[in-house]
């Protein structure tokens, strides 16, 4: 295929959340036209896109009019129906590929891939009928118990200790096909982001250190603060594997856990740019969402550059409310006074707490300077500054 090129084709996003409106933006910013397809009738990318089609995933109507009017179409969620993807597949270029996302839509599917490429996973047990209940290895416990599709964010996750709390957690499931991991004793959670063409061309970003509060991402650093070289070299390695033996093509982010006992484990991965990965729009010379961009448009992938030491902070609902009750908007102007600090908004109306609503990247030259700032940024937000 040739590539779309900038200033003369239109790009689709399949789903209009924060992750759509920042692809939105790099696609812009290189001179392509955007459309987005969303139910809602506003949302954060459909109200930057030059056109919203405000339709339901499935809509044939709606997804024959983003095939028709778009070049080259992507999606922002993996949750969206694989049969989107098929469908507008056959009439224009997707990536994703439907059959990627459909391994990343399935945990089981998904362990299934690590293990085929050779990467090990959590030691884990599928669950979807009493048989597979019943006989559980009790090694795997105590363990977390996670429904096989559509959770995010910890949702659909519960933390099981013993045989009578599996079964009560999967019942209180619904019993919907699940996977049991076993709990693992981890020293820190990390991220690697990498891009990939359709011409085979791979580049990746470097390892991310993540902390998550309550199942969310609160904090992610890079350069990975406490990580050996040989586990960030491990990484990177596992991660340009995993997106090879798919024959991925758009950037994938891949998480890890990094355990006590100084192994490595993959813990799941996402078709798509990632919240661990929204430092690079100002610690990197080129965004994961730029990439995403390149990725669908067919041009060349460069090595991504960190020019600086990065740290993000997620901005959740949350911060409208303080002591005072809300919702009031932080001090921002307090927090932009501090140097290397770059504040993202995602145009969301309505804060509520534990919703996405932003996140503040701080750029410095060294990664104790960038911490300092966080600090400081954080205890003005009022967020734990315990990171
Ligand atoms: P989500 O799709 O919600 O991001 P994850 O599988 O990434 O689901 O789990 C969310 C968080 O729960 C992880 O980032 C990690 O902190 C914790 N977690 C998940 N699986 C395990 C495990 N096997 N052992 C210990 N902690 C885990
Ligand atoms: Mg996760």
Redesign the pocket.
């Known amino acids: 295929m040739a590539a779309l090129l900038p200033g003369t084709a239109t790009l689709g996003v399949l789903g209009g959340g924060q992750l759509g409106r920042m692809f939105v933006h790099a696609a812009q910013a290189m001179g392509y036209r955007c459309i987005v397809l969303d139910p809602d009738a506003i949302s954060p990318a459909g109200s930057v896109a030059e056109k919203h089609i405000k339709a339901d995933y499935l809509d044939p109507v709606g997804l024959a009019q983003l095939a028709r009017d778009c070049d080259a179409i992507t999606t922002e969620f993996e949750n969206v129906p694989a049969m989107a993807l098929e469908t507008l597949a056959n009439m224009r270029v997707v990536a994703p590929a439907a059959a990627s996302v459909a391994v990343c839509q399935d945990r089981a599917v998904e362990k299934a891939h690590f293990e085929a490429a050779g990467v090990p996973c959590?030691p884990h047990a599928v669950i979807t009928n009493e048989i597979e209940l019943a006989a559980i290895d009790p090694a795997l416990l105590p363990?977390?118990l996670?429904t096989s599709r559509m959770?995010?964010?910890?949702?659909g996750?519960v933390r099981v200790a013993t045989a009578a709390e599996l079964a009560a957690a999967w019942e209180n499931l619904q019993r919907v096909p699940c996977v049991l991991?076993?709990?693992?004793p981890?020293q820190r959670?990390l991220s690697v982001l990498v891009a990939r063409g359709a011409d085979g061309q791979l580049v990746n970003y470097p390892v991310q250190q993540n902390l998550?509060r309550g199942?969310i991402l609160a904090v992610t650093e890079v350069p990975a603060p406490d990580v050996p070289a040989e586990v960030q070299a491990l990484a990177v390695s596992a991660a340009r594997q995993v997106a090879q033996t798919l024959g991925y093509v758009g950037v994938l982010c891949i998480?890890f856990?990094w355990l006590h006992d100084g192994r490595l484990v993959v813990?799941?991965m996402a078709p798509r740019p990632h919240n661990s990965g929204h430092w690079t729009m100002n610690g990197c010379d080129v965004s994961q969402f730029e990439l995403q961009v390149r990725a669908l448009a067919g041009l060349p992938l460069p090595a991504p550059r960190q020019h600086s030491a990065s740290l993000m902070l997620n901005l959740l609902g949350d911060l409208w409310f303080g002591e005072q009750g809300g919702p009031t908007p932080p001090a921002w102007d307090r927090v932009l006074a501090l140097p290397g600090t770059h504040l993202h908004l995602y145009g969301k109306a309505d804060a509520r707490p534990g919703r996405k609503m932003g996140h503040l990247n701080i750029t410095a030259d060294t990664p104790e300077a960038a911490h300092d700032v966080a600090v400081q940024a954080a205890a003005i937000l009022g967020l734990p500054t315990d990171f």
């Open positions: 959590a363990g977390i996670k959770g995010y964010d910890g949702k996750q991991e076993q709990m693992l981890l959670e998550h199942g998480e856990f813990n799941e």
